[in-house]
């Protein structure tokens, strides 16, 4: 497939979730009781459409996130749980332009505890990640769909540093 081609239909994939997951990630103080969580607002990809990140992905990223740091006894997308953390996707910002490739990703995160629906802790969080045609020889899609699951790794890096530091 041309390179004109793909930036005329979109031939990037939607973002991966391995991709999407936390690598710098901070360690738990301490170990909390079970959480469930809940990713909303999400877009899939399309055959016309650039690389987009959808609920499911985000939410395999978040839940490999979540285990890594430890922060929980138990991470669950459903059932019985202490606390309620919900991450709503409100904005994906992509380049019109292979020349500019700044992807920008807003991400609005709460914790609830489900007792007595009280929120705990809740923040709007703004990442931006990018990256140049240089670095990647498959072409501006492909760069795209890169720089996409850079801007929700660090989304999901951001949001679970505060994360860590809620009482």
């Known amino acids: 497939v041309s390179f004109g081609f793909c930036l005329l239909v979109g031939c990037a994939g939607p973002a991966r979730s391995h991709a ?11 170990v909390h009781a079970t959480v469930i969580f809940i990713v909303e607002g999400g877009w899939k990809s399309g055959v016309m459409t650039h690389s987009q990140i959808s609920n499911e992905d985000f939410s395999a990223a978040l839940i490999e996130s979540l285990r890594k740091i430890g922060l929980f006894k138990s991470v669950e997308t459903s059932g019985v749980a202490v606390f309620r953390l919900e991450t709503t996707l409100e ?21 609830i505890r489900i007792s007595d629906n009280q929120v705990l802790w809740h923040d709007k969080i703004l990442s931006t990640y990018t990256g140049t045609i240089a670095e990647d020889w498959a072409g501006a899609q492909h760069l795209l769909r890169l720089e996409t699951e850079g801007a929700a790794r660090q989304n999901i890096e951001q949001g679970l540093a505060k994360l860590v530091t809620v009482d």
């Open 91 to 111: 904005d994906l910002a992509q380049p019109a332009s292979a020349f500019n490739m700044t992807v920008k990703l807003q991400v609005d995160w709460r914790l």
């Open 20 to 30: 999407m997951a936390g690598q710098k990630l901070p360690q738990a103080l301490a």
